[in-house]
């Protein structure tokens, strides 16, 4: 086929499906998709409430839980132990399909009577507040995380061990207020670093150690905005920087965002990843517009798909031995062929199907374990459930459903407690305008700070009187009331760290709004040595300005100095 412009049936913008495009939906058999890529992102994401918690009773055993469902939904919501338990059974709930109603009125009543389970994780250990997250053990408030030890408001991380405020890092440890890293040792408010050790707000730097506030530094040790000191220079300007107070990190939190702006960035963070365009993408082969992506082969349209995901395309999450899935969110551990799921785990052949664990050929059903053949949430046998999938399948390629994700209504979440929220943020009128719902039920709470930061000392070696158990403190920016648990207040005193005067809500926004957005515009590389003083010659454009065009998630009106690939190799590797 060839390339094909359409208009988006949502924003009206104009959208492009490739030749490559129409090979995968001719392999999922789904129709084309009458969205532009940032709705249909958008869309998805509105069913996916990650870090919105509440607490609430659990509908089954009446145990007070914490819970991604507010106390208000109008659904079912149990706590694991009950969801889990082999004492029910989802197909009692199953129903038959009724060709003269609409699909999505039938799933709907489904997925609605189904009981949800209050937060999503398995072979969880000593967690508490953790979500969309397995194998984690003494972790606390992780969200879409696996593999970690003793970490606590953390998002996206892997095999990490005794961290804070880190968010899309890898084997990496005793780290504080730091994103994209890999393989890395005490870093702190630090970003796209590998292989590096004891160093504060780097940026891009490889095999590093003992630096402060350096950018695009290869094997430096002893750099200070990136320029070389002897050891004993380092460590006096380490202990001048008084980074033990709050007053001292800021001050150097603004130094070096003024320093940052002076140095060029490369347009994307792709490294070894033939044929891929987006941003975050590591080791990766053809993958097209992903965001975030790492081990990954052949996917497009996609954020957070990694750990030996293949064919995934329109998904937000699939990873973990992820394998032909088509328009779904959160679908991971040896999961294959979905078309429109969401949160199916360690299952295959799903369509339009919720919350299913082990589950196999089953369509637009909800919660079901260790289930074959059921269509909405009724049990089939085999070849009963071939010809009556096929019928559906035939039903919605007529209203032109088929290889739609769920329409907004079906979502269990309020936009605004959703991640569709923080990528494409609405006003309530215009959620609603838009078809999606809008939650009110009150979140946190304010005005019941037991002490004011202007009693609590600057530097955390003054902070032994308080009794971190009793005190509530409230946030210098959104005021929401926030506390600081024990271990956490341990981890402070032990890296020496200044207790943080912003809730986990918005520091977790400010490294998710570091990252820039999910998105990509076409630009020209800007480097002509006079925007920057180049320190190489760069042959292929030598006296004027680089003819290279690349897409990046650099906004046009953004600050930064952003280069081709090429400059940038010139300047930095
Ligand atoms: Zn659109
Ligand atoms: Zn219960
Ligand atoms: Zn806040
Ligand atoms: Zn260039
Ligand atoms: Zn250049």
């Known amino acids: 086929m060839n390339q094909e412009t ?4 949502n924003c009206k913008n104009e959208f492009v499906i490739e030749p490559d495009d129409f090979v995968v939906y001719e392999k999922f058999g789904v129709l084309p998709p009458k969205m532009c890529p940032l709705c249909r992102a958008q869309r998805r994401l509105a069913f996916r409430n990650e870090r919105i918690f509440y607490k609430r009773p659990c509908d089954k055993c009446k145990k007070e839980v914490i819970s991604m469902y507010s106390p208000n939904k109008p659904y079912p919501v149990w706590c694991y132990e009950c969801w889990f338990a082999d004492d029910w059974d989802a197909t009692e709930y199953g129903q038959a399909y009724n060709p003269r109603r609409s699909f999505w009125e039938q799933a709907k009543e489904v997925y609605e009577k189904v009981p949800k389970v209050a937060l999503i994780y398995v072979r969880s250990v000593n967690s508490e507040y953790v979500n969309i997250s397995a194998d984690n053990k003494d972790c606390y408030m992780l969200v879409e995380s696996s593999n970690n030890e003793n970490c606590i408001h953390s998002y996206w991380i892997q095999q990490c061990n005794d961290l804070i405020d880190v968010s899309f890092s890898h084997k990496t440890e005793l780290s504080y207020e730091s994103d994209d890293c890999y393989n890395s040792h005490k870093l702190f408010y630090s970003k796209g670093c590998y292989d590096s050790r004891e160093s504060y707000f780097l940026l891009d730097c490889r095999n590093c150690s003992d630096c402060i506030g350096c950018v695009n530094l290869r094997n430096r040790q002893y750099y200070i905005f990136n320029q070389p000191f002897s050891k004993e220079e380092y460590q006096k300007f380490l202990a001048d920087a008084q980074l033990d107070t709050a007053s001292g990190v800021e001050a150097m939190r603004e130094k070096f965002s003024t320093f940052l702006k002076t140095q060029p960035r490369k347009y994307a963070e792709i490294m070894n990843a033939p044929g891929s365009s987006g941003n975050y993408i590591a080791d990766a082969k053809n ?8 081990d990954a082969e052949d996917c497009a349209y996609g954020e957070h798909v990694w750990r030996n995901a293949k064919d995934c395309v329109d998904v937000s999450t699939a990873g973990r031995n992820a394998r032909m899935i088509y328009n779904s969110i959160n679908t991971g551990i040896d999961v294959a062929n979905h078309v429109c799921c969401a949160q199916g785990w360690s299952s295959t052949f799903l369509e339009y199907s919720f919350n299913c664990f082990n589950a196999n050929h089953c369509f637009g059903s909800a919660g079901l374990r260790k289930k074959d053949y059921c269509i909405l949430n009724k049990q089939y046998s085999k070849e009963e459930y071939e010809t009556l999938q096929e019928k559906i399948i035939n ?3 007529i209203t032109g459903a088929y290889g739609e994700f769920f329409p907004p209504l079906l979502s269990p979440f309020g936009y605004n407690e959703t991640v569709a929220q923080e990528q494409f943020p609405l006003t309530k009128e215009e959620a609603l305008a838009q078809g999606f719902k809008w939650e009110e039920y009150p979140r946190g709470t304010f005005n019941k700070e037991t002490i004011n930061w202007d009693k609590v000392s600057d530097s ?18 959104c005021k929401k009331n926030y506390r600081i648990i024990s271990r956490e207040f341990d981890f402070y005193k032990h890296l020496e760290i200044p207790l943080p005067r912003l809730c986990p809500d918005c520091r977790h926004t400010r490294r998710s709004q570091a990252r820039g957005p999910n998105r990509l515009w076409y ?7 006079k925007i920057h003083t180049n320190t190489a010659k760069h042959l292929h454009h030598s006296g004027g300005r680089c003819s290279n065009e690349f897409e990046t998630s ?9 280069y081709c690939e090429q400059c940038y190799n010139s300047e930095v590797v």
């Open 460 to 477: 955390i070696h003054d902070v032994g009187n308080l009794d971190i158990n009793k005190e509530i403190f409230a946030c210098i920016s």
């Open 287 to 294: 993958c097209r517009r992903c965001f975030h992506s790492y």
């Open 395 to 397: 039903d919605m390629k």
């Open 523 to 529: 630009r020209q590389c800007m480097c002509d040595d």
């Open 554 to 562: 650099y906004a046009p009106d953004r600050p930064e100095i952003v």
């Open 6 to 9: 359409r208009s988006c049936q």
